[in-house]
């Protein structure tokens, strides 16, 4: 029978070895019965196009992508399961007891989160026992995808958002419950202040942020005696104003003498109607009251706002922000772009790999970014090999997992928050407007690399 | 310290008190404060505006719904968390032992998964203590929003891909490894054959799919060893042809004479590479061989290879059906549209709600929906109280929890796939096609919730 967890669709770290797409493991499979368990694959993950509009991406989602790698393993449910699937039926227990004894002993090579990368800039780099590196694809691929998308999102609001507050409302919206997590982690790397999810406040000591709902309002005969009461209990709360008439009910607020810390507007015309609160809560002596302004926000509206001048102090942004539903999707994959046959005494020889279909060709080997500033800013990139030296550049991936084993202390959430924040200062400013799409980025390719990927050759 | 779930970002059942946004908590708190335990709230899920170009949506997402109110509880944990917050410190001791005895005991009327629905048509009907009935406003919306877009989705790509097989590919594009179970749910709910998530396969049953991905075959030296060996493991395995060229593996294919299910091709031109791809195999013997198309496909592109009648038996879709990605979001609402003030003796008056904003204004109390039929196909709905009767039409609301616990057994996934078939089978042919915009849907308010709304006054 199905258990709890099972109805709530939520995916375990005991069941992670499931996690990932079927073609994943019957590949396993294939490496395994052709005896290839000592290859070694070297794979990149990276993203070849970024969303649209974008002018650059932000890496995200490594803490947990090492998490999933440390924790990956097949319990003896998942092997049941794969023992009980008709295409399994060929292979012999050996293969199921390699299942059994699986962990991840690969090294990871990762630019730290919060980096700003552009196109075909590897941020994750893959090397191990070919089964290994090939299984966890899926899974690596689905949380760098998705964090860094909504980091992307988020950076790019908080560029027009000036010296205004940013906060992430989307629980609603997101794609289902953890979505909603990954999304309130992202977007505080991303530069918000905060969340209205209150788990990710628990769980990542993200801000949490909220108001009222327009139930609360309704729920009493009038509207001034629903703020009453919620100011009664939570003095420093902000009070939602349009559940009928948002000026009527800041009328309302100043005549009663009720002070409050702030009024949320989340319908009409925001512009004229936070010009018109703000007279009124001025006029009346509340000018420490804030203004928070929502609905259906986006970097457009915000730009739109924030130039006009709207007297607008904190921006709560949820669809648009939790589901970067301008362009809803990542588009990274997970190349292979070596693999290193064993030649004895645990030496390898290495083989580039790169595949030529049209319009999605890659790069062969293992790949380093060099970046090189001028004063202070980013002036260019190379994608190198990783043992190219180039004078000047700072390399931007790191060893970040050895053996399968953590090499150092991850940054708190925190660390990369600010650790984001310089990396925005490093942009060139026509990166930060919202309606710049560059037709070239500032990276090339390594001659040597350039050299390599000419004259290779396929059978 | 932080444990394995924390890094991991899993929203499990006992921290679903926390998986709310915080002004469902404020509001909870506020409630408590001024004595509102026994008023009970009434909310209704709808969605006012459906995802661009959809004509009509699939609800979808009930069953973790339930199975989310049914487990809902706040542990120790989530009460320390709370009692550490700022804004909770005026909190008397009596709101943390409420929290601690909490469980959902309200009632539940929905209308069965997989049925085709129309805006503002109520999809889900909340009845309980004003508290519990608000805090689970967020989740609710997530969990449903969320199945109920996906499900949207596929159900349109189906009516576009006439007598083709489509199976969900976008586990890595997904927003994180919950959502993509979910979607792998939602997607076979709406009517494709499967998923390639094999998680999904093992928790809920539904067909895993899976080919091999183009690492595998670049990890060979040459492409028709990496067949030969894929083959001897799973001879019923699908074959990827263009890791190099798509037309020119194929022929080594055939040349080889080794026997495969299909071939996939994921790049290029999908129309001319299958019927030169099919001419090659006949022309073998390779008649029972299948083509699979994959490769940033959607409707779109899936309607135009059909109409020109493309020879691919199975569409492989991605990012597009994991994301929606042409419109990431279902605008589910939850709404309060009536409470019931306790006047003793278990009894309870029953007062209409309504908000008046701008562009949001709902209808107030209980609401059905009530479907008329016309030779099998749906002639419209009205929408009306749900006292009201209205003769030979078929009310799509059922009660499915009392009193928090489930009325009844719900279907299989299975049987709710088999449900949105014949769901599918009643619309009007022209809200099958992909580029059918209504200008009106056809439902209407009855006119005793008219008259209602009219003669509503606010204070």
Known sequence: MKNQKDDNLIVLPDEFGLATDYYELTMAAAYFSSKQTER?????????????????????GLEQALSYLNDLEFNEDTISFLKSD???????????????????????????????LFPNEPLLRVEGPIIEAQIVETFLLSMVNFQSLIATKTSRIINVAGNKDVVEFGFRRAHGPQAALLAARASYIGGCVGTSNTLAGHKMGIPIFGTMAHSYVMNFDKEMDSFMEFSKVFPEGMLLVDTYDSLEAVRKIVKSGLRTKGIRLDSGDLYLLSIKSRKIL??????????????????????????????????????ELATSRDDPAMNGVYKLVGVKEPIGNDKYRLIYKLKTSPGKKTHPGPKQVFRFYEAGLIKHDIIGLDDEVFEDSIPLMQKVMEKGRMKKRLPSIKEIRKFHVTQRSTLQSEFKRIDYIPETFPVRYSEKLEEITRSFKVQ
Chains 1, 2 share one sequence.
Do not use: C, H
């Not at 008709?86 to 919060?114: H, I, M």
């Open 40 to 60: 070694r694959g070297i794979f990149e993950l990276f993203v070849r196009k970024l969303p649209k509009n974008r002018a650059y991406m932000v890496a995200t």
């Open 86 to 116: 008709k295409s399994f039926e060929n292979l012999g227990n050996d293969f199921f007891e390699y299942l059994r004894n699986f962990r991840f002993t690969g090294d990871v090579w990762a630019v730290p989160e919060g980096t700003i």
């Open 282 to 319: 001025d006029k009346a002596g509340y000018k420490d009251t804030k203004i928070m302004a929502s609905g259906d926000l986006n970097e457009y509206i915000i730009y739109d706002l924030v130039q006009r001048g709207a007297p607008i102090d904190i921006f709560g942004v949820g669809t």
